[in-house]
């Protein structure tokens, strides 16, 4: 979802986890760069802690810098978490809309989403509810690629099985890869960079997975990463 200069998910920081999706103010990756665990919530108090210092508390705010709502989603992880059954966007969701879709990425990628603005989130339940979404008519293929997005690898590896995918918080169905380090929950593309020294950072890993990770703020636990 997010990283801004807070340590919010913008791509600076890319402090994607694992949609996954992304990683990247507010809650993404993937990667918004996520492995299987207990379900991760937070008490409303808390939400609204985030929410004041992502966006100084305003859940409607909509700068145009691409990130929306009080928890500055970006528009590709509030999408890949289902965020679009309520609104187009963050920002046109009620308070309660946007934490429901929160509570679904702090379970799928951690505090991780919210690198600086989040570190005080807790397992508690959030006590708030969101309406029963409407659910949207127009579907997307799931399978679609932007000619920019479908890089090629080196034909000294071998391309992943259509069959082997793992599935995403929202149900979506994406490609494992056959990298060799496993994107666990909690995990990002620059965290990943980091840890492993990956010359060029995030985006050298965002480049040499582009054929499984279409969003660098959306990873999902499960996924094979290449490191070089």
Same mark, same amino acid.
């Given at each position: 979802?997010? /990283? ?35 379900? +991760? ?17 305003n ?7 691409g ?12 999408a ?17 809309q946007?934490i429901?879709?929160?509570?679904k ?13 989040? %570190?005080?989130?807790?397992? %508690? ?9 409407? !659910?949207?008519?127009?579907? !997307?293929?799931?399978t ?11 034909? %000294?590896?071998?391309?992943? +099985? ?14 494992k ?26 985006? !050298?890993? /965002?480049?040499?997975?582009k ?18």
């Amino acid at each position: 979802m997010l /990283f801004s200069g807070k340590g919010k998910h913008r791509r600076p920081s890319k402090a994607v986890r694992a949609i996954t999706l992304a990683g990247v103010t507010g809650a993404a990756v993937a990667a918004p760069l996520m492995a299987a665990g207990n379900a +991760s919530a937070a008490t409303a108090s808390e939400w609204d802690k985030v929410a004041q210092c992502e966006s100084g508390g305003n859940w409607s705010i909509n700068t145009g810098n691409g990130f929306y709502g009080g928890l500055q989603f970006t528009n590709s992880t509030w999408a890949a978490y289902g965020g679009t059954a309520y609104a187009a966007r963050a920002d046109l969701a009620t308070k309660a809309q946007q934490i429901a879709i929160a509570e679904k990425v702090l379970a799928g990628q951690g505090k991780g989403a919210w690198p600086v603005c989040g %570190t005080g989130l807790s397992s %508690t339940p959030y006590n708030g509810s969101a309406p029963a979404a409407t !659910k949207s008519t127009t579907t !997307k293929s799931t399978t679609t690629r932007s000619t920019d997005q479908a890089a090629s690898r080196s034909t %000294t590896r071998t391309a992943p +099985s259509a069959s082997k995918t793992v599935t995403t918080p929202a149900g979506k169905k994406v490609e494992k890869g056959d990298g060799e380090y496993k994107v666990v929950k909690g995990d990002t593309l620059s965290a990943i960079a980091e840890k492993h020294h990956v010359a060029g950072g995030w985006q !050298k890993l /965002f480049k040499l997975n582009k054929d499984i990770v279409q969003d660098a703020d959306l990873i999902y636990p499960g996924q094979q990463l290449h490191l070089k």
